[in-house]
């Protein structure tokens, strides 16, 4: 997995000081970590922008005044009304130390069930997981070309190395079925019948 460098300068923790800063473009943020204190920063908001507006599960080394610290995105927070970025949180990551994540799934392929008429419902578009931060993919690629009509595809059928999915096994992630117009009128056939 890619990781983003942020830079990022260090800032006195209270409201005036993340008011002072929002006025300049700069986002108050805080990094936590296990077993350390907490540090209070400010980053760009521009800087944020592939952290935060992506689809991708993403590793940042957030350099604070010259020191890196390895981490992943844990909270935003946005003003209700202009939807802009009030505040951000890191949280301190360890190679070896697994944690519970949200990683999204992409699908890929044409499903056979698709050129038989049939039409794609995908229900869950991310998975909860045990992973080591450092190790984890950006996203999982489902791929859907043997999926025939009727079919799904559950949590249990996929298996990726070094994940951990934590999600109730039997969940369907993407189904190909007749659309519901096609559904009624195949129905409808065999009661005539």
Do not use: W
Request: with cysteine; proline share 6%.
């Amino acid at each position: 997995m890619s990781a983003i460098i942020l830079k990022a300068q260090k800032r006195e923790p209270g409201t005036k000081t993340a008011k002072s800063l929002r006025a300049q473009g700069i986002v108050p943020g805080v990094y936590y970590a296990k077993g350390q204190d907490p540090i209070h920063f400010g980053v760009n908001a521009l800087a944020l922008r592939p952290v935060v507006y992506t689809a991708e599960a993403t590793m940042v080394k957030l350099d604070i005044e010259g020191k890196q610290h390895n981490c992943i995105l844990k909270d935003t927070s946005f003003d209700p009304v202009t939807d802009k970025l009030l505040h951000i949180d890191f949280l301190g990551v360890l190679a070896g130390e697994s944690l519970k994540m949200e990683i999204p799934l992409h699908i890929t392929g044409t499903a056979v069930g698709v050129r038989e008429g049939g039409i794609l419902e995908q229900t869950i578009h991310k998975v909860h997981a045990m992973v080591d931060p450092t190790a984890m993919p950006e996203h999982i690629d489902i791929d859907v070309t043997n999926l025939k009509l009727n079919g799904a595809i559950h949590i249990s059928d996929v298996n990726v190395p070094g994940v951990k999915i934590t999600d109730r096994p039997e969940n369907v992630i993407i189904a190909c079925h007749l659309p519901k117009v096609a559904a009624v009128e195949e129905e409808t056939d065999k009661k005539k019948k």
